[in-house]
């Protein structure tokens, strides 16, 4: 069996378990196409005369990883997900995590019953959301803003420092977690860095994952000196403009704890679709 014949079931489990619990589950594909390649992605499967019945997926992030999993319907308390979960947890032990994140739909019942079993505790929760036309004008006025021009252009080789600085303001990262995730992004190749410019000068980035006319933003920070003058808002509305253009769907997700982003995302048009918990897993 080929690669692309385990993610083809990958998905059709996937699809099978959203559609019986009324879910959205997260499984990174952007970074499951890619597994292995540069140890930041990793997943173990379970068979059952020939049909894959379970799923576990293991993505990393610098020293912090997040895993997700699904079991099929018809096919859950038999243990499979407890057994695989063992095989994830031996492997990330053997590992350099220092942050494990497991991660479920809210609105997983059976997610949330297994965790229940575990030593872990909530650590956060973030909205998946798309854009869905209501919000407003996508006129090319939407380049200025309150301090200037703002416009958009792919990134350099040589500004690898300012993505990796970008990142560190405006997610809390160390500079050696931004460089290793940052590495990773560029051995995959499969997204796209953005530089936002504010009058030709760097002023913010985001990344850009595109696949079957969905397109995904992720990284979407602003320079903690130039925030609040329109630069963010400017830049989000000509990268849906681009992706309208491409007849691509538009999605994002915003952490609950983050209001201003929150607020932003919706007057610009975008609709809270599911949310995706997250709860700490001690280690040690």
Partial sequence: MTKTDTLNQIEELQQRCEQ??????????????????????QYLVTYEEDML??????????????????VRPGYRRRGIFSALWKQAEAIIRKGTVKTLLLNTPAGSASGNAFLKTLPVAFSQAEYQMKWDGAGGSLAAAEASSAAGLVTLRPSRPEEIPLLITLD???????????????????????????????????????????????????GFVVDKKLRGLGIGR???????????????????????????????????????????????????
């Fill in 20 to 41: 019986y619990e009324g879910i959205t589950l997260k499984l990174n594909w952007d970074m499951l196409r890619q597994p292995g390649k540069t140890g930041s992605t």
């Fill in 168 to 218: 560190c303001d405006g997610f809390q990262m160390t500079k050696e977690e931004a460089a290793e995730m940052y590495g990773q992004q560029e051995q995959d190749g499969s997204e796209e860095h953005i530089i936002i410019e504010l009058d030709g000068q760097p002023a913010g980035k985001l990344r850009l994952w595109s696949e079957d006319n969905e397109t995904w933003i992720y």
């Fill in 234 to 284: 400017s830049a989000l509305m000509q990268t849906i403009e681009r992706e309208q253009h491409h007849h691509n769907g538009v999605n994002l997700e915003v952490a609950l704890d983050n209001p201003n982003a929150l607020r932003l995302y919706e007057s610009c048009g975008f609709v809270v679709l599911n949310q995706q918990d997250y709860y700490e897993y001690r280690l040690n």
């Fill in 53 to 70: 019945v379970g799923f576990i997926g293991m993505y990393s992030f610098g020293n912090k990883m997040e895993v997700c999993g699904m």
